[in-house]
């Protein structure tokens, strides 16, 4: 049987002067499986689109802003990730520069520029450390976050099988 996940792009609006990443509070819909998680911006392609516009697209749609320049950081399979155990494919960007100012909030919910350094401590294996960062966010996020924004150049591909709503495992590699 093919795969056939839903491709949905992630990218992560990075201010480099201030270390701060844009991020939502996925607080407005109340249907919403993202529900009070923060997450990067991003979605589904449309039919016909490939990864590089459905981002830029995305985060004109989301942040009203126009990419200039992103970076590949990696690839993710999620088999079972959906609602109903859909699988989801996603590549993961870093959006180095672009022009215009993002707004307060849109129909997903507030956005917020976050210090990478607490990002990356919602990250952390330590409880207390994720508790004190106070970012809710998919559980799973923590595995990969940590390689979207370190020193290696090279993307990483991973594989996050989801079962029960949770991570069942994770791994990948750099290539």
Do not use: Q
Not at 58 to 65: N, P, Q, T
Not at 87 to 93: H, K, L, Q, R, Y
């Amino acid at each position: 049987m093919p795969y056939t996940p839903i491709i949905g792009t992630l990218g992560y609006v990075f201010d480099h002067t201030a270390r701060s990443v844009l991020l939502v509070h996925r607080n407005k819909r109340s249907g919403d499986e993202h529900l009070g998680k923060w997450n990067g911006l991003g979605g589904k392609l449309e039919p016909g689109e490939d990864l590089a516009s459905g981002m830029r697209r995305e985060l004109l749609e989301e942040a009203h802003i126009v990419v200039t320049s992103m970076r590949l950081r990696g690839t993710i399979s999620w088999p079972g990730f959906g609602a109903n155990g859909e699988d989801w494919f996603g590549p993961i960007f870093v959006i180095d520069t672009w022009t215009g100012t993002p707004p307060e909030s849109n129909v997903e919910g507030d956005l917020a520029w976050i210090p990478v350094e607490r990002l990356l401590a919602a990250c952390s294996d330590d409880p207390v450390e994720r508790e004190a960062a106070d970012l809710p966010m998919w559980e799973g996020d923590r595995y990969f976050l940590p390689l979207v924004f370190d020193d290696d150049p090279r993307p990483f591909h991973g594989v996050m099988p989801y079962s029960d709503g949770r991570p069942a495992s994770w791994s990948f590699e750099r290539w």
